[in-house]
Nanobody, 126 residues
Framework: VQLLESGGGSVEAGGSLRLSCAAS?????????MAWFRQAPGKSREGVAG???????RYADSVVGRFTVSRDNDKNTLYLQMNNLSPEDTAMYYC????????????????????WGQGTQVTVSS
């Protein structure tokens, strides 16, 4: 399984970005839970948003109301729409996928995921 993120960039506070994660290889979206994680310099990786293979989302408290996770199983692609960005959102964003059923409560636990992308940088200036 290969995961390729795109859509990162530099924006001013209050701006928006849409991240994409395209999955390829031996990948059938119907069987995979997927999620977004981020890691800022000097900080540990944290879960941002995830979606079960049944389409149930889960969000970190810090992004509720600002970020929306979605998936297009026909395209094997995961998305993260990020609105009202703040400098605190600056980080490398990673896509992760795991071939498993999992409850929404588990989606933000990075140790559950075995498949990871290389990341895309998001920088928000004040």
């Amino acid at each position: 399984v290969q995961l390729l993120e795109s859509g990162g960039g530099s924006v001013e506070a209050g701006g928006s970005l849409r991240l994409s994660c395209a999955a390829s290889g031996d990948f059938d979206s119907d069987y995979y839970a997927m999620a977004w994680f981020r890691q800022a310099p000097g900080k540990s990786r944290e879960g941002v948003a995830g979606i079960t293979r049944d389409g149930d989302p889960r969000y970190a408290d810090s992004v509720v109301g600002r970020f929306t996770v979605s998936r297009d199983n026909d395209k094997n692609t995961l998305y993260l729409q990020m609105n009202n960005l703040s400098p605190e959102d600056t980080a490398m964003y990673y896509c992760a996928a795991e071939r498993a059923w999992m409850s929404p409560s588990a989606l933000l636990r990075d140790r559950i995921f075995d498949n990871w992308g290389q990341g895309t940088q998001v920088t928000v200036s004040s």
